[in-house]
């Protein structure tokens, strides 16, 4: 009995031959072309001439000019409120008084 279980575990773990060439035929081989090729990171600079970095320059430099002009316009809308309101200021003339200290020129 324990002759038959020694065959059968040696069985199953080893396996015929013609199994494991199924299995070996049956994994797929690496192609040169379907392996991603990883760069280290920061391995470009912004005004390199690679196609991927000149995109993403050209979305950057869109959404910077974008956001400049919002923020541009929004201040001249804001200050321009201000400036209206502040169009007839003073009314009058101001009175005051302008002090100056002896000691401060001794």
Do not use: C, H
């Not at 494991?20 to 912004?46: D, G, N």
């Not at 995109?55 to 541009?72: D, N, P």
């Amino acid at each position: 009995m324990s002759k038959e279980k020694n065959e059968s575990r040696s069985s199953v773990s080893s396996g015929t031959k013609q199994e494991k060439e199924a299995v070996k035929s049956e994994a797929p081989t690496p192609l040169a072309s379907s392996t991603p090729q990883i760069q280290t990171p920061y391995s470009l600079q912004f005004w390199d001439k690679a196609p991927e970095i000149g995109k993403a320059r050209k979305i950057y430099i869109t959404i910077l000019l974008q956001r400049t002009l919002i923020i541009v316009l929004a201040i001249f809308g804001i200050f321009s409120i201000y400036w209206g309101a502040l169009w007839q200021l003073p009314a009058r003339s101001l009175e005051g008084w302008i002090v100056v200290s002896r000691t401060m020129f001794t």
